[in-house]
């Protein structure tokens, strides 16, 4: 399976607890989490440097063979390992907090014998703040404990061995034979005390944490085609809310490559304005109306920040700030740099602004209402439109190559102003500048019509003058720029399936974008391809393509940014929010066009 110690990004899954998110690959190698936060620094991050940078593996001693699946409706793991000898599974969590005092973050992991008697061996070998901070490896109370600073850990195992201190690692090895029932709990704290849990109490997390799970699943409110797709990709999204604010990360992840050994390898533990929309209205079409109202409202919270002008993305907690920087890290098979932080907050990127009344329409035409405090702050970003859309910029790639009048981005600003216009006719915004915000949609639409449609491919193209495409053009359908059905659109749906379609791959767009090497097939783009399908007329060619997408899911259902059309390969990081927003957009699109 791994190769110079890095397994592929497909064989990983992903569970976690609200606040933090670890991955663990098919072997059973946790090779990523971060603590205390799914923004902090990792103590487990193989996956980025395979020598250095920690992991907590647990596997039979002797070859063996995996199957595994999520239990049904949850996000705990459950692998099965088969040995010549015998077969063991076992159950992998973030356990949540029950009734009484528990660790702040907990991974349990139960094994359980099936058949035979099979040899596991399992090791801890925590690698605090990226690596930088040497852990010291001790006894409290007989526990074997690591800590670097603020930062502690202790493995506690029950039938499981006697837990080792090791160089650089607290390891442990143990048999269990059919009917036998081992666990293994890693208990973590930041700035606070460790906390130790009886086995009954860790026991007792675990079922809860499965039980809260089921619970949670079953109240989703899909019943188009691909249910059991879409309820897997809103747990998937489920993973990514950071419940402390109600902000989403766009992966948990940084730096897995678009390219492997290339340099395009970007930090995604951030919340991007431009997912927002899409973000808002999974929530609410999905019957999570909690989550869908901490989302709005750290989402008025965060853009306060900054007003009236937007950033591309913001922390978790609400923060304004992300400088980027490279760490020592050797990088996914070799793919550097490794940055934390992320560039693209200093851009400028002109989409934005739609995204964000866009989700703020979305969440007043479902009958939530605005109070009169962020109606006159959205007002007066609607004035900033007016101003800037005629600026360049870096579009929603974030491309770092010189700003251009990207078409997508004006389209954008066109829904910002059209959906400043609505909100103030429902008496959501002040009206006073209603007239102004129509007048500049009006020549925001003139210059969209006359200088972003190339009329030799019959598409909107790329940016402004140019003869390029632009998967992201497809949006002007999805956000309501134009009609699905629109001429225009459909020329460009069909120049972008001739020119950056590959069967059922697409890629983003074609031309420069300031940086070294290709990249993979863009996921969301294709499925965003079968939403503008369904949205066109075209249901049949949408169900076909959205079916033949959902085979390259891995083993749990899962997606990463992108796919290399070749070999299958998943690529960037993972798992990646936009990719399964895009999912269930695509899924209730296609059930709407089914409906008539």
């Not at 009886?198 to 899909?222: C, H, M, N, P």
């Not at 003139?446 to 909107?460: D, L, M």
Request: proline share 4%; glycine share 10%.
């Amino acid at each position: 399976m791994r190769e110079r110690g890095y397994a592929p990004i497909r064989s990983y899954a992903a569970i976690g607890d609200g606040r933090t998110t670890a991955l663990v690959a098919l072997d059973g190698s946790i090779d990523w989490l971060c603590l205390p936060g799914l923004d902090s620094p990792s103590v487990f991050a193989a996956i980025l440097d395979a020598e250095r940078g920690g992991r907590f593996a647990l596997a039979p001693a002797t070859p063996f063979e995996t199957e595994r699946r999520y239990l049904p409706g949850t996000n705990v793991l459950e692998t099965t390992f088969r040995t010549g000898d015998g077969a063991v599974r076992v159950t992998d969590a973030m356990t949540l907090p029950v009734a009484g005092i528990g660790p702040q973050r907990e991974v349990a992991r139960r094994v359980e014998g099936l058949s035979g008697t099979v040899s596991l061996e399992w090791s801890a070998e925590p690698r605090f703040h990226y690596g930088t901070r040497e852990a010291r490896l001790g006894r409290r109370n007989g526990l074997a404990v690591a800590d670097a600073g603020a930062d502690a850990l202790a493995v506690r195992a029950w039938e499981a061995g006697e837990a080792e201190l090791r160089e650089g690692s607290i390891a442990g090895r143990f048999e269990v034979r059919e009917g036998d029932r081992a666990l293994l709990a890693l208990s973590s704290a930041h700035q606070e005390p460790l906390v130790f849990g009886s086995r009954d109490e860790v026991e007792q997390r675990l079922d809860g944490t499965i039980a809260f799970w089921r619970d949670w699943s079953e109240k989703r409110d899909y019943q188009g085609p691909w249910k059991d797709e879409v309820v897997r990709s809103v747990l998937a999204l489920k993973l990514l809310v950071y419940s402390p604010s109600g902000a989403i990360a766009a992966a948990p992840t940084t730096s897995l490559p678009e390219t492997l050994g290339g340099e395009r390898n970007w930090d995604y533990r951030f919340a991007w304005i431009r997912d927002s929309a899409f973000t808002l209205e999974a929530l609410l079409d999905l019957g999570c109306p909690a989550e869908a109202h901490a989302f709005f409202w750290w989402l008025m919270h965060a853009s306060q920040l900054t007003h009236p002008r937007l950033q591309v993305l913001y922390q978790l907690d609400g923060g304004n700030r992300a400088p980027e920087r490279e760490l020592s890290f050797e990088g996914y098979r070799g793919s550097r740099p490794v940055r934390i932080g992320n560039g693209a907050v200093e851009q400028r990127q002109l989409d934005i602004y739609g995204d964000l009344f866009q989700a703020v329409w979305v969440y007043v035409e479902r009958g939530n209402e605005l109070d009169r405090e962020n109606g006159e702050r959205l007002a007066e970003t609607a004035g900033l439109v007016c101003d800037v859309w005629r600026e360049r910029d870096r579009g929603l790639w974030e491309v770092r190559s010189d700003p251009v009048h990207f078409i997508q981005s004006k389209m954008m600003c066109w829904v910002a102003l059209d959906r400043a216009v609505r909100l103030a006719e429902r008496g959501e915004l002040p009206r006073e500048h209603a007239a102004r915000w129509r007048r500049e949609a009006d020549a925001i639409r003139a210059f969209v019509e006359e200088q972003g449609f190339s009329e030799a491919k019959g598409s909107y193209v790329r940016f402004a003058g140019s003869e390029e495409l632009d998967a992201s053009l497809l949006l002007g359908s999805l956000m309501g720029y134009c009609d699905g059905d629109d001429p225009r659109m459909a020329g460009t749906i069909d120049a972008i399936r001739r020119e950056l379609g590959h069967g059922r791959y697409v890629h983003r767009y074609t031309g420069e974008d300031g940086l070294e090497g290709e990249e993979g097939a863009f996921l969301c783009c294709s499925f965003w391809l079968v939403e503008a399908l369904a949205r066109s007329g075209r249901a049949d060619d949408a169900t076909e393509l959205m079916g033949s997408l959902l085979e390259l899911a891995n083993d749990v259902g899962l997606f990463a940014e992108e796919i290399d059309p070749r070999t299958g390969e998943f690529l960037g990081n993972f798992p990646q929010g936009l990719t399964h927003l895009a999912l269930v957009s695509a899924a209730v699109a296609c059930a709407r066009a089914e409906d008539g």
